[in-house]
């Protein structure tokens, strides 16, 4: 396990999207406004701009599946960690209850 700097979740959406309530283009535009109200962005816009892009750019279950691994693979970016610690990544993305 690691010790995220943020901790960002998206499970509210996540189970409408899984659920077939929303649509996965309304799940997109969800889940890219929730990103550019949190915290992260403020400090990182500059790495989450082309995957906020990506993932309004979502269509299908395909392509948000995809421009998500694009966000999950930023999200597991290792930090600078201080030896015997736990290994510091970037954020914690949680989409399941």
């Known amino acids: 396990m690691a010790n995220w700097k943020y901790r ?4 509210d959406i996540w189970k409408m999207y899984d659920e077939e309530e929303i649509h996965p283009v309304e799940a997109a535009k969800m889940i890219s406004q929730k990103l550019k109200e949190h915290e992260v962005y403020k400090d990182h816009h500059e790495e989450l701009d082309s ?3 990506e993932i309004e750019g979502s269509e299908t279950e395909e392509e948000i599946n995809a421009s998500m691994q694009s966000l999950y693979d930023w999200a597991d970016s290792p930090l600078p960690t201080v030896p015997g610690k736990m ?3 970037m954020a914690w993305i949680a989409t399941m209850f």
């Open 8 to 11: 960002i979740d998206l499970k």
């Open 51 to 53: 995957i906020i892009d």
């Open 87 to 89: 290994q510091r990544k």
